[in-house]
């Protein structure tokens, strides 16, 4: 009886199970990769003001606020709804990356124990004295969010690969 083992084979095998390990983890893929890219296009509907799709303000609020809070945009006075919006640092943000599955939003609780009342939801839906200005469906739109997450997973797929072979070649 002869026994061969080939050294090559055992880390051919070692490399597809960590493989398929890390790619089927994807919570640094969101942490890393999406969530920065989702910041910044939510970053981008208030800095365009709903990319020009949200109604003007109302002239009478529009002329206090041109006092109160100058140069203050749309949805801007005081910046919580976009730093809420944008940053996991904001205790209005809700972000969690899990091996499958990437949760982003405000936390509406917050702002209804801060301001009496959930107005990021409010402006997102509109109400009868408010109207829409949504800033998260704004995100999907056009299918550029899609084509930049799509890239974004083909580059972690690529460092997840050089990683690992970097660990085993």
């Known amino acids: 009886m002869i026994d061969i083992q080939i050294d090559g084979l055992s880390r051919l095998q070692a490399y597809v199970t960590q493989l398929e390990h890390r790619l089927t983890d994807r919570t640094r893929l969101f ?93 997102e839906l509109g109400t009868e004295r408010l109207p829409s200005r949504p800033v998260f469906d704004l995100i999907t739109v056009g299918g550029r969010l899609d084509e930049n997450i799509e890239k974004l997973t083909e580059k972690w797929v690529r460092e997840e690969i050089a990683e690992i072979e970097g660990n085993l070649f």
């Open 31 to 123: 942490s890393d990769f999406i969530a920065p890219l989702v910041a910044g296009e939510i970053a981008e509907v208030f800095e365009t003001e709903g990319r020009g799709e949200w109604p003007a303000l109302h002239p009478a609020y529009a002329a206090e606020k041109a006092i109160t809070h100058p140069g203050k945009t749309i949805l801007r006075r005081d910046d919580n709804y976009i730093q809420a919006a944008t940053s996991t640092a904001h205790p209005g943000n809700i972000a969690h990356f899990g091996p499958s599955e990437m949760i982003w939003g405000i936390d509406g609780g917050y702002f209804e124990a801060v301001y009496g009342e959930n107005y990021p939801e409010q402006h």
